[in-house]
Nanobody
Framework: QVQLVDSGGGLVQAGGSLRLSCAAS????????LGWFRQAPGKEREFVAA????????AYLNSVEGRFTISRDNAKNTVYLQMNSLKHEDTAIYYC?????????????????WGQGTQVTVSS
């Protein structure tokens, strides 16, 4: 079982940037796709971005494509989410997750390990 620890959230003005990190301990996650999800108050958890393990294929939520970039460093057991041009509607708790397999997925039920979440607040 992979244990994940999210970090890097905070308060930022609209138009600003943040980089989230997610460090894994225990079994390495180099064989698994990794993803970021978010949950805003009163809303369901939604997919944000994912990266595969074989070819580092990526997928993004439409509203963040071109602003957010997911990347992974298997040597450091870490996945990142670079968030630029942040908007008020990006405010949420962000969770990283490790999938059950190597392929990118947008479905949270296909992820078996989750971080504790990190709060991102974008002031308008």
């Amino acid at each position: 079982q992979v244990q994940l620890v999210d970090s890097g959230g905070g308060l930022v003005q609209a138009g600003g940037s943040l980089r989230l990190s997610c460090a894994a301990s225990g079994r390495t996650f180099s064989e698994n796709a990794l993803g970021w999800f978010r949950q805003a108050p009163g809303k369901e958890r939604e997919f944000v971005a994912a990266i595969g393990s074989i070819d580092s294929n990526t997928a993004y939520l439409n509203s963040v494509e071109g602003r957010f970039t997911i990347s992974r460093d298997n040597a450091k057991n870490t996945v990142y989410l670079q968030m630029n041009s942040l908007k008020h509607e990006d405010t949420a708790i962000y969770y990283c997750a490790a999938s059950q397999g190597p392929r990118v997925s947008v479905f949270p039920e296909e992820y078996r390990s989750w971080g504790q979440g990190t709060q991102v607040t974008v002031s308008s």
